[in-house]
Nanobody
Framework: QVQLVESGGGLVQAGGSLRLSCVVSGRTFSNYAMGWFRQAPGKEREFVAA????????RYADSVKGRFTISGDNAKNTVYLEMNSLKPEDTAVYYCAADRALRVGPHPDYWGQGTQVTVSS
C-alpha cells in the first residue's frame, strides 16, 4: 500500500513562490507515475503536473506551464512541486497522486490528503 503525505502549502502574495512536498511511503515513488492535481472552491479537481519516471517525461497544465516544476528526490522518496509567480487563481487544495500506469491518468490509484495554497492579490 502506498501512502502520500503532502506539505508546504500556505498563504502567499501574488508573485510569490511555494514548494509543495509529497512524501511517499510503502513503495519507491519511481515505481509510479506521480502527479499533482488541485481543486479550487466550487470547481472540479484538475490536473496540474505529472512525471513518469519509468518512461520519462513531464507534462504540465497550460495554466501553470513555465511557472511550476515537478521533481523528485530518490533519497528522500519525495516528490516536489515548485510553484513560482503565483497568481490568485492558483488558490486551491493541492493533491499529490500516484498512478500504477506508466502515465498519470485522470483517476490515479493513490491520493494524498491535500494541502491548501492561498494566493492573495
Amino acid at each position: 500500500q502506498v501512502q502520500l503525505v503532502e506539505s508546504g502549502g500556505g498563504l502567499v502574495q501574488a508573485g510569490g513562490s511555494l514548494r509543495l512536498s509529497c512524501v511517499v511511503s510503502g513503495r519507491t515513488f519511481s515505481n509510479y507515475a506521480m502527479g499533482w492535481f488541485r481543486q479550487a472552491p466550487g470547481k472540479e479537481r484538475e490536473f496540474v503536473a505529472a512525471s513518469s519516471w519509468r518512461s520519462g517525461g513531464t507534462r504540465y497544465a497550460d495554466s501553470v506551464k513555465g511557472r511550476f516544476t515537478i521533481s523528485g528526490d530518490n533519497a528522500k522518496n519525495t516528490v516536489y512541486l515548485e510553484m513560482n509567480s503565483l497568481k490568485p487563481e492558483d488558490t486551491a487544495v493541492y493533491y499529490c497522486a500516484a498512478d500504477r500506469a506508466l502515465r498519470v491518468g485522470p483517476h490515479p490509484d493513490y491520493w494524498g490528503q491535500g494541502t491548501q495554497v492561498t494566493v492573495s492579490s
